[in-house]
């Protein structure tokens, strides 16, 4: 496919994000956020391709969606509670309503579509980063209909039929691995991986429903693009999963992001260096005065250091942020960051 042939992008100019992610060495350490163009910039907001592509896409846990609805899944966007799923599955017999074969490329071709235009609209300005939630997650929405505040149906699962649930967790993994490639064909330079419900399980849990997933999907994502001589970063987000960052630092990824609950020493501690870091500042920081987030970053930056490490928050922004707030934020990263590194 000629429009997708890397040859027609712009040239990337900035790769600060994807040196820093590889562990080399960067001037100033690179800044993003999640859940903002969608929600926050007009000029975004203008922009639409295929299903409403923004709106779909502004959060992880919308992107979720994408998946399940490509797997035969009904989905409806409500507002102020996210994707939900009108007609969850209750029992194992109800995995028979899912498409035993899935093609991504043809269910999701919008979806790729608009990351195509989008690598092209941004004009080699900034990488573009792809995402996908992760099995645990998507499983969880598939089971529980929606978010919830116990999870009790959906780790039900996990007690109840541990076989079936590795079975749904393995097409579910199969389908993100389809879904990642296509996207870096359409245009992806990084990709992350959400697994926003990590913190439900515990650590035996976690290591047996989780975390072989999470490995499976970089390590075949990572093979396949060797194949064809690319190498794209790759960021695994298992929020509140304190317990398995040494095991994530091990999995694969090139940057393990964390949530703000953990203190960066300690997660350079138990990563070991293996990884580069990517968070963590509380979302609600950006609540605070300028100054305040200025002194917020600085003692952030303290803890990471500014090597093989990316500034982001410890998970996404609220809709009544100010943009502002954003700017100062990216902007003390910058100053702090550069300031620090002359002076090492």
Request: proline share 6%.
């Amino acid at each position: 496919n000629e429009k997708n042939a890397p040859k027609d992008f712009p040239q990337l100019k900035n790769d600060t994000f994807l040196r820093a992610a590889r562990g080399e060495q960067t001037q100033h350490v690179p800044v993003w956020c999640m859940r903002q163009a969608g929600r926050y910039l007009p000029e975004f907001r203008e922009f639409r391709a295929g299903k409403d592509f923004f709106d779909t896409c502004r959060s992880p846990e919308a992107c979720c969606e994408l998946t399940l609805q490509a797997m035969g899944m009904e989905v409806q966007m409500v507002p102020g509670k996210g994707p939900t799923f009108p007609d969850p599955l209750k029992d194992p017999e109800d995995l028979q309503r899912l498409k035993t074969k899935v093609d991504v490329q043809k269910e999701l071709d919008y979806v790729f579509k608009a990351i195509t235009l989008t690598r092209h609209k941004i004009e080699g300005k900034v990488p573009l980063i792809g995402f996908t939630g992760a099995p645990w997650t998507l499983m969880s929405y598939m089971i529980e209909g929606s978010g919830s505040k116990t999870f009790s149906k959906v780790k039900s699962w996990l007690y109840r039929y541990p076989e079936v649930s590795h079975m749904l967790l393995k097409r579910l993994t199969d389908v993100i691995v389809d879904y990642l490639l296509g996207q870096v064909a359409a245009g992806a330079q990084a990709l992350q991986v959400f697994e926003s419900h990590a913190g439900i399980l515990g650590p035996v849990e976690f290591k047996a429903f989780c975390l072989p997933y999470l490995r499976d999907i970089a390590r075949r994502v990572k093979d396949q693009l060797k194949e064809t001589g690319q190498d794209v970063p790759m960021i695994v987000f298992a929020k509140d999963a304190h317990y398995g960052l040494e095991d994530l630092s091990q999995s694969y990824y090139d940057v393990v992001s964390l949530d703000w609950t953990i203190d960066p020493r300690l997660a350079r501690e138990q990563t070991g260096g293996k990884v580069s870091l990517q968070g963590n500042m509380d979302p609600c920081a950006l609540y605070a005065p300028k100054e305040r987030i200025s002194e917020i970053v600085k003692t952030m930056l303290e803890g990471f250091g500014t090597q093989r490490y990316i500034a982001n928050l410890g998970h996404g922004m609220y809709p009544d942020m100010d943009p502002e707030s954003v700017a100062a934020f990216v902007e003390a990263v910058h100053k702090h960051s550069r300031q620090m590194n002359k002076q090492q």
